[in-house]
């Protein structure tokens, strides 16, 4: 069983920072790719930004130059740092981890851009 716990979400105003991290635990093997999704109310669950175990990342149009993606494979913790966010970026974010075996999801961690 694998597990993936998101940190870091909360309330922030436009124009500023959050960093989130997912911790991976469990029976893991190989993690091929780790990434970030969001939901927004009414709205379908979209790919924020997507990191393979070679470090190559993927980011959604809406957020390049904005949102940066790390991940450090001797902790097997994947991080999201965020700058410049707007209120368009409210949203749930999950993490996502693509692993030999499986796909797993994280709970998800609420990000909010409000004044």
């Known amino acids: 069983q694998v597990q993936l716990v998101e940190s870091g979400g909360g309330l922030v105003q436009p124009g500023g920072s959050l960093r989130l991290s997912c911790a991976a635990s469990?029976?893991?093997?190989?993690?091929?790719?780790m990434g970030w999704y969001r939901q927004a109310p009414g709205k379908e669950r979209e790919l924020v930004a997507a990191?393979?175990?070679?470090?190559?990342?993927n980011y959604a149009d809406s957020v390049k130059g904005r949102f940066t993606i790390s991940r450090d494979n001797a902790k097997i913790t994947v991080y999201l740092q965020m700058n410049s966010l707007e209120p368009e970026d409210t949203a749930v974010y999950y993490c996502?981890?693509?692993?030999?075996?499986?796909?797993?999801w994280g709970k998800g961690t609420q990000v909010t851009v409000s004044s």
């Open positions: 996502n981890a693509v692993l030999f075996g499986g796909n797993y």
């Open positions: 469990g029976t893991i093997r190989t993690i091929y790719t």
């Open positions: 990191i393979t175990s070679g470090g190559r990342t």
